[in-house]
């Protein structure tokens, strides 16, 4: 599936969670590590990120998860990488398409949802004679 652009100007901590599949939590922490990651709070005193923060949380998740460098690792590649900005502009965002999905994964899903359930079947027949007999 193709990810879509970036379609809001500012996300509530929720959605940049559901975004980055980053936990809430993790995100709260990651800003007392990461100088640069400091999303602004509205009225209220929610958190507002905006699509340049969510770039930068989805490369520190990168770099941590899954190139397996530490914070203070991570720290030094990010100071380096935002002396050139334009680095972090090709980073793209997937966001949730609603419902949406691509109809070839759509009808991928549906051929291992009916296999399961003829697998499941196969099971129940063979329980069903083995409890019997």
Known sequence: MKPK????????????????????????????????????????GNRTYRPREIKLILLIKHLLYEEKYTIEGARKKIKEIMKRPEALDQIVIPVPSGGDADPGIREELRKKIADIRKDIKEIAALLNLSVGT
């Not at 980055?20 to 709070?41: G, I, M």
Request: glycine letters at 2%.
């Open 5 to 44: 652009p970036i379609e809001k100007l500012y996300y509530s901590i929720g959605e940049v969670s559901r975004l980055t599949d980053v936990k809430p939590h993790v995100l709260r922490y990651w800003e007392t590590e990461f100088a640069e990651l400091r999303p602004s709070k509205n009225r209220a």
